[in-house]
């Protein structure tokens, strides 16, 4: 489904220098399937987010990324959305002003006339979205209030996901979901996650604590270090990496 | 200091204003012997009008009507009703007297309908009676090529309250000047603006609001977008005389440069003579958020439509001060089918 091949990438930093943080980056995601990228801070995970994205200022500089067999590397970031690329920022950002409401029918209807098909209505959407936020005990009246603002970090990633149940996206990248949460909202979140799961839709979760894996159980775990994937395997890999740290795999990067 | 050479514009408007009385001879003698204002004069230090009537030679006509009908130069209000300043091309003159009589309530919906190529000088003296309350909602939306130069004297008497929503798309160069005399003493004062500039279009917001009496009451809201080659000039000063203690006065002005090349100037001034007084003034120019940018894009928006949202919620709030639901909403469709427009 999402296949990456020997990705490379630069950013610009803030005082103009340039940085190269994906370095020969390899991954292959098919229909199905939960993936976990695991790595310590630096090693590149939130810049492979944004470069998958479609962020502006994370330029591509090499290798292949390709999403239900159509390179990325083109596409504008609601083209990616369109096609079904969800990203779970690690930092829900705010925007005053704009009723979560409004905001989640606008998107959802945006995507739907790029995809070719039919906006939903008004009242159809009221009831989808009403369902949904029934399910994850999200209230109406948050609903209501501008994007995010004034949301606790818990609320905030709450929200995150009621916005993927609603957009129904084909593949999700979740980006450090489990920070800044208490294990009670940890297991909303993931329950969450996990009505999401199916055959025909692919996940890659982003994380930097094990934690995260008791509760939405990835089939395959990648360690990330120094901007490539140094080492996959299964589950059991988390907790290897939770015993033992990251300096081995590090140094198997350098 | 010598005789000043006389613009095409200069001698057009002078010859108009030949054998003028009251506030036309003033205005004609004030062009005789220093020309339209240039940025040399610190009050239009940042919309030079000289230059901007550069091209406009000929004489135009102008006048204010009322509910569809040309209006007398001194009338009274006492029901809701629009106001028009109509202005043909070439350079007009036109002037209104407005009072609003004690203990009436109004809803003034101002609007202005120019031709390209229209430079008129409108005046408006407004006078609000004890107890009145006038509601000034104005649509500027005016042609590229047009220069209206609105200047409204507000005196508020007691318990008085007036209110003025305006929202401007600016022109070649676009004056708006309030000047209110405010008395305090149960009176209120709430001064709203929305200006959004797409490019090579400008707008000045020039206001005074002087407090004579006490425990007067003003609030001021004005935000701005202007895009690239475009410039929003705001001035605002609040002056509270000796005797106005108590006055509880704020003034905001907010703005986004939607591009490098955008300008936006502005001096905002407290002048204080009372010592038991609570005044603010704040000022902040900003760019558009590019990270909620980027999220919104992430779920679906394009960039115009993600934009044009992000701007509208930032330009929005002064208009929330427009009571009628109708009229408001009017004028925030007109405000978002403009931003539907701004690169």
């Known amino acids: 489904m999402l296949k990456i091949n020997n990705l490379h990438n630069k950013v610009e930093t803030q005082d103009g220098e340039e940085k190269v943080i994906l370095k020969g980056l390899s991954l292959e995601v098919p229909a199905g399937e939960v993936h976990a990228i695991m790595g310590p801070n630096g090693s590149g995970k939130s810049t492979l987010s944004y470069v998958l994205t479609g962020r502006d200022g994370y330029e591509v500089t090499d290798g292949e990324m390709e999403f239900l067999g159509e390179e990325l590397g083109e596409l504008e970031p609601e083209e990616r959305a369109a096609k079904g690329l969800y990203l779970s920022f690690q930092y829900p950002v705010e925007i005053p002003g704009v009723p979560t409401i409004t905001f989640l029918k606008e998107a959802l209807n945006a995507q739907r006339t790029a995809r070719g098909e039919e906006a939903m209505s008004a009242p159809d959407f009221m009831k989808f979205i009403r369902e949904q936020a029934k399910a994850l005990g999200v209230s109406m009246d ?17 929200m995150e996901i009621l916005q993927a149940l609603i957009l129904q996206p084909k593949f999700l990248i979740l980006d450090e979901t489990d920070s800044g949460l208490d294990i009670d909202a940890l297991k909303t979140v993931a329950e969450g996650v996990n009505t999401l799961r199916s055959d025909d839709r692919g996940m890659l979760v982003i994380t930097h604590y094990q934690r995260l894996l008791d509760y939405i159980k990835p089939d395959v775990v990648h360690v990330m270090a120094n901007g490539r994937i140094v080492k ?5 890999l988390a907790h290897e990496l939770e015993a033992e740290g990251y300096d081995k795999f590090i140094g198997e990067a350098a | ?41 610190e009050a239009w230090k940042w919309s030079d009008l000289r230059r901007a009537s550069h091209g ?74 004890e107890g009145a309350e006038l509601e000034r909602v104005v649509l500027c939306d005016t042609p590229e090529n047009s220069i209206p130069v609105v200047r409204s004297r507000v005196v508020v008497a007691k318990q008085a309250h007036y209110r003025q929503a305006t929202l401007t798309f600016g022109s070649k160069l676009t004056r708006n000047e309030t000047h209110i005399t405010h008395a305090g003493e149960g009176a209120e004062v709430e001064l709203g603006g929305v200006y959004l500039l797409e490019e090579g279009r400008h707008a000045d917001f020039t206001s005074t609001v002087t407090h004579t009496g006490p425990g007067g009451v003003t609030h001021q809201l004005l935000k701005g977008a202007v895009a690239a080659h475009a410039q929003g ?45 609570q005044c603010a003034h704040g000022n902040a120019l900003g760019a558009i958020d590019e990270t909620a940018l980027f999220y919104m894009r992430q779920r679906g928006l394009s960039e115009v439509k993600a934009r044009a949202m992000l701007i509208e919620s930032f330009l929005a709030e002064p208009l929330d001060m427009i009571s009628d639901d109708v009229l408001r909403e009017e004028l925030a469709a007109i405000l978002r089918q403009r931003l539907g427009a701004i690169r």
């Open chain 2, 233 to 277: 000039v705001f001035q605002g000063k609040f002056k509270v005389e000796q005797a106005a203690q108590q006055t509880d006065a704020k003034m905001t002005h907010r703005a986004l440069m939607l591009d490098d090349r955008a300008e936006i100037d502005a001096k905002p001034e407290l002048e204080i003579y009372a010592d038991d007084v």
């Open chain 2, 56 to 129: 406009i030679e000929t004489a135009g006509q102008a006048e204010f009507r009322l509910n569809g009908a040309t209006a007398a130069d001194r009338l009274t209000i006492d029901a809701d009703a629009e106001l028009e300043l109509a202005a043909e091309a070439g350079i007009s003159v036109a002037s209104i007297e407005i009072d609003i009589p004690a203990g009436t309530r109004v809803v003034l919906k101002e609007r202005y309908s120019l031709a390209e190529g229209a430079f008129p000088t409108a005046r408006l003296e407004i006078t609000l009676g």
């Open chain 1, 232 to 236: 996959s395997g299964g589950p059991e």
């Open chain 1, 142 to 158: 948050m609903l209501k209030r501008p994007v995010n603002v004034g949301f606790s970090g818990g609320e905030k990633k709450r």
């Open chain 2, 1 to 41: 200091m010598g005789a000043i050479t006389h613009t095409p514009a200069e001698k057009t408007l002078i010859d108009l204003l030949d054998g003028a009385e009251d506030w036309r001879a003033a205005a004609r003698d004030a062009v005789v012997r220093f020309g339209l204002p240039t940025k040399r004069a």
